[in-house]
């Protein structure tokens, strides 16, 4: 359901939160190589999310990228929607122009049990919570 962007978005935001700091800054090359993405694709992302206030970036020989205390408090909807756009959880699932409860495309219903779900699941989880759950677990990001 989310995009390529916007799951590269979620990741780099967990890395943040469980590598870097206001004293540890990340640079775009090192979270790149880390999780194995585009440079150059992440940079715009990174750009965004900073822009959106969703992470914090300083620039300069000793700048980059990390989470404050506010940022690591944000929604993983925050995420989702700063880079796939609110729509994601309302638009239809076969992108059909008119779709509504009163005009359903034949997927509705069942793709809106599922948005509503995973709407729930993402405005539900902050990043802080979600990477110490990584951290503990012991996953791969």
């Known amino acids: 359901m989310f995009s390529k962007s916007c799951k590269y978005a979620m990741r780099a935001v967990l890395y943040l939160a469980l590598n870097?700091?206001?004293e540890k800054k990340l640079g775009v090359k090192e979270i790149a190589d880390e999780l194995n993405v585009p440079k150059h694709?992440?940079?715009k992302l990174l750009q965004q999310l900073s822009k959106n206030q969703l992470i914090s970036s300083t620039k300069g020989p000793s700048g980059g990228f990390y989470?404050?205390?506010q940022n690591k408090e944000t929604s993983l909807r925050k995420v989702v929607e700063?880079?796939?756009?609110?729509e994601v959880f309302n638009t239809c699932i076969l992108?059909?122009?008119v779709c509504s409860s009163e005009n359903p495309c034949p997927l509705?219903?069942?793709?809106?049990?599922?948005?509503?779900?995973?709407l729930e699941v993402v405005e539900g989880k902050k990043i802080e919570e979600l990477a110490r759950r990584i951290k503990d677990e012991n996953l791969t990001i």
Do not use: S, V
Request: proline fraction near 7%; hydrophobic fraction near 35%; charged fraction near 25%.
């Open 41 to 43: 694709f992440l940079a």
């Open 20 to 22: 870097g700091n206001e």
């Open 82 to 86: 700063t880079i796939d756009g609110p």
């Open 95 to 97: 992108g059909l122009p």
């Open 108 to 118: 509705h219903f069942k793709a809106l049990e599922y948005r509503e779900g995973l």
């Open 67 to 69: 989470l404050n205390d």
